[in-house]
């Protein structure tokens, strides 16, 4: 297998620092030419599955537009210019929940749309959260911060309350690494 050649790359929209959308001439391995094969470029971000010392997950609920309805999340947010995705993770956590945790892993990234790109989404585990401040999330957040144990997480995974594959992939990656932890 060989990587599709790009052979010209166009703007068609700039809404930065949020979003562009090219259109793309590639060239496929068997020499096909697509003239119209359109990316997203997207900021990177970071999903946090944030475990307290009594066992329970740092949860949010919030709104999400794009699935047009209250759901249960994980603490999240945009990696910014000049930024690790680690740092980000931290400032996100304590933005959107007033907890902080000492200890860090970073459990994989994964592009967000593998035809188009759209972001780079970066997992963290952070174990021992504790609540150290009043969460300052940004001007168009309303969130609940919620503190549920694995069990009812599942359920909510289960129950569709988890509109966002971002946020699904993350419960999972966490529960399975804190699954991995607890058997050796």
Not at 22 to 41: A, G, H, P
Not at 43 to 59: E, H, K, L, N
Not at 78 to 92: F, T
Not at 156 to 164: C, I, M
Request: one cysteine or more; glycine letters at 8%; hydrophobic letters at 40%.
């Amino acid at each position: 297998m060989k990587r599709w050649e790009v052979r010209e790359r166009t703007c068609v929209l700039d809404a930065s620092p949020w979003l562009k959308v090219f259109r793309e001439t590639v060239r496929l391995e068997d020499d096909r030419i697509i003239d119209d094969y359109y990316t997203i470029d997207e900021r990177d971000f970071s999903v946090i599955f944030a475990v307290t010392p009594q066992q329970t997950v740092v949860c949010i609920w919030h709104y999400k537009h794009g699935p047009g309805r209250i759901n249960l999340g994980l603490p999240a947010g945009y990696v910014m210019d000049n930024e690790s995705p680690l740092a980000a993770a931290q400032r996100e956590l304590e933005e959107e929940t007033g907890y902080r945790a000492p200890l860090w892993q970073h459990l994989g990234s994964f592009s967000v749309d593998g035809n188009r790109g759209c972001g780079k989404a970066h997992v963290f585990l952070a174990r021992g959260a504790v609540r150290t401040g009043k969460l300052s999330p940004d001007d168009l957040e309303e969130i609940r911060v919620d503190l549920l144990p694995v069990p009812a997480l599942e359920e909510y995974l289960r129950s569709g309350d988890v509109a966002t594959l971002d946020t699904a992939a993350a419960i999972a990656l966490g529960i399975a690494s804190s699954m991995k932890d607890t058997m050796g």
